[in-house]
């Protein structure tokens, strides 16, 4: 995979920081979206495919991308198929700060150091070139103005980004309300976005216990479905693992 391009998970992260505060919107979310990332990221570079509701490696060829050839070889190592509910599910220790010490190394972002309270060392981050975020920013923008089928990458992205709730961060306010709707509606662009985006949504409402159902007649793409069902515990919330405090 030629490094020339942005990987779906690096351009999440970038959506979701504040060029404000140095700090990401969503971080309890976002380490799930960022897991699902990595899956539309090796689908699209034909590492692995859709099986239903599961996730299959058709390709076990090294992409060239450390952190995604990692996830792809503890896909291999499964054997068999897996539930992208379970796997984006699963524990993703340090996962976002991974992806935040490569956006430095790379110069897309800078670390800051500070203090909170004045005690405890915090790390944020503040990107070096928001041109950047800017185009990521204007790819969405654009799919959501004009209403013409975006790119499978933008498709993706969008479905992400609404699965981990970026729409409000994007879109803020009343005024944003119709751009975080049709947000959501650009799901139906990119199966394997939509078939992750609803494992994401699904990990945070509970829903891991029971295959994902075709949904009901009349039933709009990207809406959830109905309540879990009784007897699915529910998941507790996850805590973004960073390995510096205050990287959020």
Known sequence: ????????????????????TGTTAQPQSLDLGLAGAQLVELALAGRIAPD??????????PTGDPTLDSALELLRRRGSPVRAVHWIGGPRLGLRQTYL??????????????????????????????????EIRARLDSAIRTGVPPDPRTAALAALAHAVGLGKHLYPGNE?????????????????????????????????????????????????????????????????SMARVGAR
């Open 101 to 134: 010490t490569h956006l430095e190394r790379c110069g897309m972002v800078h670390a800051v150091a500070g203090q909170m309270c004045g005690v405890l060392p915090t790390t944020r981050y503040q990107a070096t070139d928001t041109a950047i975020s800017r």
């Open 176 to 240: 944003g309300r119709s751009s975080r709707s049709r947000l959501r509606d650009l799901i139906r662009h990119d199966p394997m976005g939509g078939l992750v985006a609803h494992a994401v949504m699904d990990v945070q409402n509970g829903v891991a216990a029971q295959p994902r159902r075709a949904p009901a007649a009349g039933r709009q793409p990207g809406t959830r479905a109905a309540e879990p069902a009784a007897g699915v515990p529910a998941q507790p919330s996850r805590r973004g």
């Open 1 to 20: 995979m030629g490094r020339s391009r942005r990987t779906i998970p690096e351009e999440l992260l970038l959506l979701a920081l504040d060029p404000t």
């Open 52 to 61: 239903g509701d599961r996730i299959a490696v058709v390709l076990p060829r």
